[in-house]
């Protein structure tokens, strides 16, 4: 059984709407932390997202603040990312990683998803 899988990817137009969507159930335990990075075609990995279960505020990169929601439910073991008005420039693949917080330093230190292409198109 994988530990971390993602779902929801696609082709949206500029200015769309898409949600992601992770299970990290696979882990066995409720995880302390998670994250969403991405890799844009020929570009390196960035971490554009974060979040924690207590007291830390959810992290954005600059290049997605105010347009990305991540959020989880414990519950359900599920981890969201919401992305609107998305921007061609949004295109790339999308992991969605369990981890913990090292000092003030993520670390996906509990599993990687395989991956989910995110194409917006201009």
């Known amino acids: 059984q994988a530990r971390v899988v993602e779902s929801g990817g696609g082709l949206v137009q500029a200015g769309e709407s898409l949600d992601l969507t992770c299970d990290v159930s696979?882990?066995?335990?409720?995880?302390?932390?998670a994250g969403w990075y991405r890799q844009p075609p020929g570009r390196q990995r960035e971490l554009v997202a974060t979040?924690?279960?207590?007291?830390?505020?959810?992290y954005y990169s600059d290049s997605v603040k105010g347009r990305f929601t991540i959020s989880r439910d414990d519950a359900k073991n599920m981890v969201y990312l919401q992305m609107k008005s998305l921007k061609p420039e949004d295109t790339a693949v999308y992991y969605c990683?369990?981890?913990?917080?090292?000092?003030?330093?993520?670390?996906?230190?509990?599993?990687w998803g395989q991956g989910t292409q995110v194409t917006v198109s201009s």
């Open positions: 990683t369990a981890g913990s917080f090292i000092g003030a330093e993520y670390d996906p230190n509990l599993g």
């Open positions: 979040i924690s279960r207590v007291g830390r505020t959810n």
């Open positions: 696979g882990i066995g335990f409720t995880i302390d932390a």
